[in-house]
């Protein structure tokens, strides 16, 4: 195939306008409508609507199609997009029924089969519709209708009639070509399978209510397989594209798609076609697109890349797409979860000249859920910000002033900075994974409450106290490394860094009071809630250190006899749940949800911070190199863990008798050949992954009860995907950084 082709079209043609009626046999078929109108009155408002019709199943005895419908309105002055997302019953109910060989090789397995399952109970996310109601096709001339939209092939193009997804206006246009339907890219329909046809420039009339207007509009229509999100080729790869529909000052119309590989991002093949002067120009080689820079969506923590830059070196152009707002995002019900589809505008050249232009950018395929590690660095990233905002790297007189107020004489900053920040952040940046905000700040949106305005509150109180604690907890525990490095007691002082842990414990409290959106009443709720959970953590720190300084032989088989595991794992209540309960009642508060939903925000935390824990036990015995300390470390340091506690209950005779040797000798233990015969007593019982699977049950059963609770939503998922890494999936690149409790 040639680099780059040129031929004549016919530049104004208004008849002959081809049949754009349902091809029955494919997979999936959608029509696409975007433009923009202005009234004699108002500035310019561009709008969206797209019908996807997808064949579910075939067969005798088989249901036929399911539909979705989306639509979008950017109104001039607005900053974000109106959006719609609306699908049938029967596309909701035999979509989930995914079969492993029609299920992407790529996508997390553990979302999948939670995702169908959520589905099945829930419906869809919100807030994507689920309808009763039915399109009804016709063919030749084509015509659709459901509910509240209308798209009907007349004599001069197309009629189209929607109501606004939020304003509720009524809009009715009149869509008329410019031109015959051109054909996309060949090799495009080598790679996806798909047909592509398209109206680029279409003259718009009609009305909005009962005002007139005027303006321009864009059509395609696609239709193929059911696997066009593949690659057709043997490898299956899931495809992703950014797409561009632009449209000159002055006329011209330029299509740009990239296609790239969405498990790697690895670009897979471009094409552009310029539509200028009565020439169709077509190139398929040189094509770059460079991002510019990135959004990130509140509703789906997506990562979209919204401004472009776009170099066509066969056409002279280098040209930059800017969106008009950021937030254009649309959910899309199935594993795709949303894409981003808006408008912007375009500046730049074009064989040699100045050019600009309005334009329509898609980027599909950034919603796939290949792995949560993306999503939990940005987490880390974007906590870390916020502490910095609330509390900067050095310290200085405006930041005192907040914390503590103005001075009667002369404050020092140097020495706050030296005793406080500093190693503070030193502990803060050792690329941990801030987790214990991550989940209050989901859950706070999975009940149904914007995390954004109280995200400094929320990070400051849920990772300053937790980084506190782990100063400490190094202290008494004698640990010499933390996250791969000096612990910060050994770098920097025993006085310095129980001074600047204890600080970081009330540090955030102010932020409570001064919070403008919380009432008194829940201001009041928020100090009692978070001394009460200091009370109880340091309670369990006591029953730790009062294990591990009391022990000895006779005294553990007391224990042991005792309910021993019991009492350990209420001890993790305390001191390992603390963290996440506290933010679940954190995030109950804020959201102002009733005693029902915070009682199961609350259980949910409770065994999920002990599953938690149990993880953490299970994982100290292993020799990951991501794992980041010593195999074998809780039992070095005389803990008594859950996993300890089942592995003696396991072991008979001189084997049992051997590990608590070792335990109650702190000799023993600090020798690495018996420390090493400790962990081989372990691999020797099938007790880790016993404890392992108790972890998961717990978590599985708790997630379970508070599911019911809360409806289907981007934020419930991502919440329990975090929690799942954590517990379910034990991949060691997605576990937190070793941390004790």
């Known amino acids: 195939m040639k680099a780059m082709s040129h031929k004549s079209i016919d530049p104004f043609p208004r008849t002959n306008i081809s049949?754009?009626?349902?091809?029955?046999?494919?997979?999936?078929?959608?029509?696409?409508?975007?433009?923009?109108?202005?009234?004699?009155?108002?500035?310019?408002?561009?709008?969206?609507?797209?019908?996807?019709?997808n064949r579910i199943a075939e067969g005798e005895n088989q249901p036929g199609d399911g539909f979705a419908f989306l639509s979008t309105l950017l109104n001039h002055g607005r900053p974000c997009a109106e959006v719609l997302s609306r699908v049938d019953r029967q596309m909701v109910t035999w979509s989930m029924?995914?079969?492993?060989?029609?299920?992407?090789?790529?996508?997390?397995?553990?979302?999948?089969?939670?995702?169908?399952?959520?589905v099945a109970k829930h419906g869809?996310?919100?807030?994507?519709?689920?309808?009763?109601?039915?399109?009804?096709?016709?063919?030749?001339?084509?015509?659709?209708?459901?509910?509240?939209?209308?798209?009907?092939?007349?004599?001069?193009?197309?009629?189209?009639?929607?109501?606004?997804?939020?304003?509720?206006?009524?809009?009715?246009?009149?869509?008329?070509?410019?031109?015959?339907?051109?054909?996309a890219w060949e090799a495009q329909e080598e790679l996806t399978g798909l047909q592509y046809v398209t109206y680029p420039r279409m003259d718009?009339?009609?009305?909005?209510?009962?005002?007139?207007?005027?303006?321009?509009?864009?059509?395609?229509?696609?239709?193929g397989h059911r696997k066009s999100f593949l690659s057709s080729n043997h490898e299956q790869r899931l495809l992703g594209w950014d797409w561009f529909g632009i449209s000159l000052e002055g006329g011209g119309e330029c299509m740009i798609t990239a296609f790239r590989n969405v498990s790697d991002s690895t670009p897979l093949a471009a094409q552009a076609i310029l539509w200028q002067n009565g020439a169709e120009r077509t190139v398929e080689t040189g094509i770059r697109v460079e991002t510019l820079r990135r959004w990130e969506s509140a509703a789906t923590r997506i990562e979209y890349p919204v401004a472009s830059r776009i170099v066509i070196p066969a056409l002279k152009a280098d040209l930059v797409f800017e969106p008009l707002v950021d937030d254009q995002e649309i959910p899309i019900f199935g594993l795709m979860r949303a894409i981003w589809e808006g408008v912007g505008t375009i500046t730049g050249t074009l064989a040699g000249r100045f050019v600009t232009g309005h334009a329509r950018c898609e980027l599909q395929g950034y919603g796939y859920l290949l792995g949560f590690q993306p999503y939990l660095d940005r987490f880390a990233a974007r906590v870390q910000?916020?502490?910095?905002?609330?509390?900067?790297?050095?310290?200085?007189?405006?930041?005192?002033?907040?914390?503590?107020?103005?001075?009667?004489?002369?404050?020092e900053p140097t020495a706050y900075s030296e005793t406080i920040a500093r190693p503070a952040w030193d502990l803060i940046e050792r690329k941990g994974k801030c987790w214990r905000p991550a989940f209050a700040l989901l859950m706070l949106e999975t009940l149904g409450k914007r995390s954004e305005p109280y995200e400094e509150l929320i990070c400051a109180c849920g990772e300053l106290p937790h980084t506190g604690a782990l100063m400490i907890d190094d202290i008494e525990d004698d640990s010499p490394i933390r996250r791969g490095l000096e612990s910060i007691h050994v770098r920097y002082g025993m006085d310095v860094t129980i001074n600047a842990a204890?600080?970081?414990?009330?540090?955030?409290?102010?932020?409570?009071?001064?919070?403008?959106?919380?009432?008194?009443?829940?201001?009041?709720?928020?100090?009692?809630?978070?001394?009460?959970?200091?009370?109880?953590?340091?309670?369990?720190?006591?029953?730790?250190?009062?294990?591990?300084?009391?022990?000895?032989?006779?005294?553990?088989?007391?224990?042991?006899s005792d309910s021993l595991g019991e009492k350990i794992l209420q001890m993790y209540v305390h001191k390992t749940g603390t963290a996440v309960m506290a933010g679940a009642e954190e995030a109950a508060?804020?959201?102002g949800v009733d005693r029902k939903h915070r009682e199961a925000a609350l259980t949910f935390a409770t065994a999920f911070g002990v599953a938690f824990q149990i993880t953490d036990d299970v994982l100290d015995f292993s020799g990951a190199p991501q794992w980041r300390k010593h195999p074998g470390s809780d039992l070095a340091a005389g803990k008594l863990t859950y996993v300890i506690y089942r592995a003696l209950e396991t072991l008979q005779g001189d084997r049992r008798k051997r590990l608590c040797q070792i335990l109650c000798t702190r000799e023993l233990r600090s020798d690495p050949c018996v420390l090493e015969e400790g962990i081989g007593l372990f691999q020797e019982t099938d007790v880790l992954e016993r404890c392992r699977g108790e972890a998961r049950t717990m978590f599985k059963a708790a997630?379970?009860?508070?599911?019911?609770?809360?409806?289907?939503?981007?934020?419930?998922?991502?919440?329990?995907?975090?929690?799942?890494?954590?517990?379910?999936?034990?991949?060691?690149?997605?576990?937190?950084?070793?941390?004790?409790?």
């Open 502 to 560: 204890n600080t970081l414990y009330f540090l955030p409290l102010p932020l409570i009071g001064a919070h403008p959106l919380l009432s008194a009443g829940q201001k009041l709720e928020l100090y009692d809630l978070t001394m009460l959970y200091y009370i109880r953590a340091h309670m369990g720190q006591a029953l730790d250190i009062y294990w591990s300084r009391h022990m000895n032989a006779d005294r553990l088989e007391q224990w042991i």
């Open 19 to 53: 049949d754009e009626s349902a091809h029955e046999s494919a997979g999936v078929e959608w029509w696409f409508v975007q433009g923009s109108y202005q009234s004699h009155s108002s500035g310019i408002d561009h709008f969206m609507c797209t019908l996807i019709r």
């Open 124 to 183: 869809p996310p919100r807030p994507i519709e689920m309808v009763s109601s039915r399109p009804l096709l016709k063919s030749k001339p084509f015509a659709v209708a459901w509910d509240d939209f209308l798209l009907v092939q007349n004599t001069l193009g197309f009629e189209l009639a929607f109501v606004g997804p939020q304003n509720r206006s009524r809009y009715r246009f009149q869509l008329s070509p410019r031109g015959s339907r051109r054909r």
């Open 589 to 591: 508060i804020i959201a």
């Open 204 to 223: 718009l009339t009609g009305s909005m209510d009962d005002r007139e207007v005027t303006g321009q509009a864009w059509m395609d229509h696609q239709w």
């Open 703 to 741: 997630w379970e009860r508070f599911a019911d609770n809360v409806p289907l939503t981007e934020p419930k998922m991502l919440l329990y995907k975090l929690c799942s890494n954590l517990v379910v999936s034990g991949r060691f690149e997605e576990t937190p950084s070793p941390e004790r409790r």
């Open 385 to 411: 910000k916020r502490i910095a905002g609330f509390m900067p790297k050095s310290a200085d007189a405006g930041w005192l002033d907040r914390c503590i107020g103005p001075p009667a004489w002369r404050n």
């Open 97 to 118: 029924r995914l079969s492993e060989k029609n299920r992407p090789a790529h996508i997390d397995e553990d979302f999948v089969e939670r995702f169908s399952s959520e």
